[in-house]
């Protein structure tokens, strides 16, 4: 079955960069939307950005100057980046599929997420 | 404040049908861009409820179902349950940010 597995630092420092990967089995990469979501503790559901296999991507404007996503389709893996992390960005951190077109379909599979503390 | 808008809460008592709406403009629901629903229960990992306004994934119970029209859409629950207990989440696609956004979420308590 498909599964989607986040893993990174769990603890970071204000300024730090952020790095998850996502790392996907029981499906290709190939052919869908890779999507990176957040969740603040206690609040609601935050989309990042997405990227497509072939690597063309699409930012959340309110963190698009702080943001990457990046795809390796050999690993099966694609990456979230985000720079100059603060407190405001604890949250757990989701990434979740999304079979295309992007704007019919909703998010099939997601990880288990991966909770990102930001604390000096 | 989320691009798209629901009610904070709702509730209801076991076996009554409840309805949670999903407001959006003419950049997403309004544009014709489906509507996806979303369960989470406590503790847990969202799960595609509803996709494409009104289809459910296997597994699904037929006790939800969703629709659509102009720039709102609404999740509706019949037969309630206790495990129903959840927060729910509508999204969309919106042509303006190009991407999705989601809503703030409603809070569903069985009495």
């Known amino acids: 079955q498909v599964q989607l597995q986040e893993s990174g630092p769990g603890l970071l420092k204000p300024s730090e960069t952020l790095s998850l990967t996502c790392t996907v089995s029981?499906?290709?990469?190939?052919?869908?939307?890779w999507s990176w979501i957040r969740q603040p503790p206690g609040q609601g559901l935050e989309s990042i950005g997405y990227?497509?296999?072939?690597?063309?991507?699409s930012y959340n404007p309110s963190l698009k100057s702080r943001v990457t996503i990046s795809v390796d389709t050999s690993k099966n893996q694609f990456s979230l980046r985000l720079r100059s992390v603060t407190a405001a960005d604890t949250a757990v951190y989701y990434c979740?599929?999304?079979?295309?077109?992007?704007?019919?379909?909703?998010?099939?599979?997601w990880g288990q997420g991966i909770l990102v503390t930001v604390s000096s | 404040q989320s691009v798209l808008t629901q009610p904070p809460s709702v509730s209801g008592a076991p076996g009554q049908r409840v309805t949670i709406s999903c407001t959006g403009s003419?950049?997403?629901?309004?544009?014709?861009?489906?509507v996806h629903w979303y369960q989470q229960l406590p503790g847990t990992v969202p799960k595609l409820l509803i996709y494409g306004n009104s289809n459910r994934p296997s597994g699904v119970p037929d006790r939800f179902s969703g629709s659509k029209s102009g720039t709102s859409a609404s999740l509706a629950i019949t037969g309630l349950q206790i495990e129903d207990e959840a927060d729910y989440y509508c999204q969309s696609y919106d042509r303006s940010l190009s991407g999705s956004v989601f809503g703030g979420g409603t809070q569903l308590t069985v009495l």
């Open positions: 003419s950049s997403n629901i309004g544009a014709g861009y489906a």
């Open positions: 029981g499906s290709s990469i190939n052919n869908y939307y």
């Open positions: 990227i497509y296999y072939s690597g063309s991507t």
């Open positions: 979740a599929r999304s079979p295309p077109p992007l704007d019919s379909n909703g998010f099939d599979y």
